[in-house]
């Protein structure tokens, strides 16, 4: 059981990226019932690491089907009774076992190598989807204002601990078929005591980029809120 145990590992931590995508929805659907206004959602780091991820993704399958193609190859049915136990490392370490008796170095050789190379193809598979589902997510959740306060960068925030805001300039963008019009939003957000007195500011800056046809309401909800504009 001692090497097999990998699988669990693996499917406990495989875990993660299904709850992500769980309360991702749910948090989408509680934004679509209260939010006042949705952000437009640009091309940012997140997108971009989690398409990197998938990038890893994809070459660590590729590299995995290469080498479990070989040994299937190999052992075919004349070894295994099921393609399942090219996953048993018991298994695996028999059959290198027998080919070294065998006096057939190659087959050992390969058997070895499959072997040793299995858990971290399918350990490092796990990880590129863990990471690249987790970063898309973060990426494309949309930046909202609610009636009590922002949801920004995956944190909600009330309105005492927005600072400012100024606009910044329009913009348009081209997607598809559309033009895509929108205006920068800069919120000055309070930081606290620590991060204050670690970064030397009481406050730090993100951007929000709202639909230009949302801008008056934005700017109505803020002032509303009687946040300065700077």
Known sequence: MGENKIYIINLAFGLIPVYAILNFLLKEKKKREEAILQAYIHVNSNIIFGIMWFVFFFIWIWLFIDSFRDVS?????KYTNNVFQLFDFQYLRKMNSYFQNKDLFMESIEISFYRSSLAKHITWINISVGNGVINILRGIQKNTIWENGLFIDNKFLKW??????????????????????????????????????????????VTLHIKHRDKDLADGILKNENILNE
């Open 73 to 77: 190859f190999l052992l075919k049915e």
């Open 160 to 205: 005492k601990e927005i600072d400012g805001y100024e606009w910044g300039e329009h913009k348009e963008k081209k997607w598809l078929n559309r033009t895509i019009n929108y205006d920068e939003l800069y919120i000055r957000i309070k930081n606290g005591k620590l991060d204050a007195k670690i970064l030397n500011e009481d406050a730090k800056q």
